[in-house]
């Protein structure tokens, strides 16, 4: 199918869309909320890996971020101010349960219910994820994901906040993007806890994916009316060229991709051709764990940043397939990621012919450029702002195409920790001045309002 960027291209308009249509943005407690040894906290495993020399660039840690943690009136304030009506964040499983067995931490229970007070306030529907990648170390010391004790410490945490915020919150994420937990943290070493081993990143996935399926019954007894879902990082997929091997190169990364987390999710199991490449390093699973894996849920939450261009590479990785550069030509962020707004009503197309996941929300969506304030204190973020309009423009494609999108959050509120590559790289909305903690909504913020409130 072709998108709507055809030269001139005409910003989309809130009325193109749904009246029921839910419009928020996105954040995570480790990027944001700083204070990280205030009330109760206990290390997370990014606070290790922060530690660790040479894994964050810069040097950077999450001890301070956006100071979120005391300064989030403000903050949801600016979110009302932009006509949202969601809010998605994440809760701090190290500010809950400082060890294992422990009573929970109710300073940071607290914390969330302010929070989720403050949401409700301001007229801000909370969207809650449970785990966005900040393990409690001491779980990571005695295993982490690899160890399937982890699991039932997460229904554990999870079962304690749920109950606690469940009276507010009914919009529910288990996990953000299990790809990057089990295979960016525990093969490619990039993200915490920094290992690099594929056999652990599988059954890190395994026991994530687990941990999902056995947290939706669980939300579901303590929330009345919840909603849950889990939020997957997802890209089209295509073929650095037309060679026979590139399209085979392909196919296996996309099993592993796409497929390892979408088949078993929706009943298929693991794919067999992915489960016969990996071989050994294939996960130990227990019985009954795919038909807990392939949970009902109530809604997909497509985490879409830009297309992987794939290409057949002997002797590289597991699979012997690499994600190739973009071609110089390619119009890129400052991450490097292309931008390729027809890639969101591909993949939501795709996704919805092979799966029929019901409601889809696009839980993240967002663009990392280097702006810089002005003379006259403005962010004239002009690309990130096209970037946010052309999207929009194809989320509307995937939609008139009868992709059941129900709702969009953006990547990010605000400028934050972005994990290995630290504060220089800024996603948000609005732009925030680390040494002053200053605020300030860019360009792209202030169209996303005009967009909202229809001026
Ligand atoms: C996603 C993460 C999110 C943020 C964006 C840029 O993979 O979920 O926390 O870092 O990328």
């Not at 810069?58 to 932009?82: E, F, I, N």
């Not at 009276?167 to 290992?195: F, M, Q, S």
């Not at 489960?275 to 294939?282: E, F, I, P, R, T």
């Not at 027809?342 to 996941?357: A, T, V």
Request: proline share 6%; aromatic share 12%; charged share 20%.
């Amino acid at each position: 199918m072709t998108t709507s960027i055809r030269p001139p291209f005409v910003p989309p308009v809130r009325g193109d869309f749904a009246s029921d249509f839910l419009w928020g943005s996105a954040t995570s407690a480790y990027q944001i909320e700083g204070a990280a040894l205030e009330d109760g906290r206990v290390e997370s495993i990014w606070d290790r890996f922060c530690a660790t020399p040479g894994k964050v660039a810069d040097g950077a840690t999450g001890a301070v971020a956006c100071d979120h943690y005391h300064r989030w009136p403000q903050d949801l304030d600016l979110a009302r101010s932009m006509g949202m009506q969601a809010y998605r964040f994440s809760i701090a499983w190290p500010r809950i349960f400082a060890k294992v067995g422990a009573a929970p931490n109710q300073k940071g229970l607290d914390f969330y219910s302010r929070l989720v007070d403050g949401m409700l306030e301001r007229g801000l529907q909370p969207w809650a994820t449970l785990y966005h990648w900040d393990l409690p170390q001491y779980l990571q010391d005695g295993g982490g994901w690899n160890a399937r004790a982890t699991v039932d410490a997460f229904l554990h945490y999870v079962d304690t906040v749920t109950r606690r915020l469940g009276d507010r919150v009914k919009h529910w994420i288990t996990h953000n993007e299990p790809w990057c937990t089990a295979i960016i943290g525990n093969y490619e070493g990039l993200h915490a806890p920094g290992l690099t081993d594929f056999k652990t990143a599988l059954q890190v996935c395994h026991h994530v994916l687990l941990s999902h399926g056995k947290a939706v019954p669980l939300i579901r007894a303590n929330v009345p009316a919840a909603q849950v879902g889990i939020a997957l990082s997802l890209h089209p997929l295509r073929p650095a060229s037309a060679s026979l091997e590139d399209a085979a190169a392909l196919a296996r990364h996309d099993g592993l991709r796409y497929r390892w987390f979408l088949d078993p999710l929706f009943g298929r199991g693991y794919p067999q051709a992915t489960l016969d490449q990996v071989g050994a390093a294939a996960p130990t699973v227990e019985q009954g764990d795919m038909d807990a894996i392939a949970v009902a849920t109530d809604f997909l939450g497509v985490n879409y940043y830009f297309p992987e261009t794939v290409k057949d590479a002997p002797g590289h990785g597991p699979l012997e397939a690499a994600v190739a550069a973009p071609p110089l030509e390619a119009e890129t962020t400052a991450l490097g990621w292309p931008v390729a707004p027809e890639g969101l009503s591909e993949l939501l197309l795709r996704i919805e012919n092979d799966y029929h996941p019901g409601p889809i929300y696009i839980t993240e969506n967002g663009s990392c450029y280097d702006d810089e304030v002005g003379a006259d204190g403005a962010v004239d973020d002009l690309a990130r702002r096209a970037y946010l309009q052309r999207h929009l423009a194809a989320l509307k494609d995937a939609i008139d195409g009868g992709v059941p999108v129900k709702g969009y959050f953006a990547w990010s509120l605000m400028d934050n920790f972005e994990w290995a590559e630290g504060y220089r790289r800024r996603f948000g909305l609005v732009h925030v001045d680390y040494a002053t903690q200053r605020r300030t909504v860019k360009a792209s913020g202030k169209w996303y309002g005009e967009f909202l409130l229809e001026k």
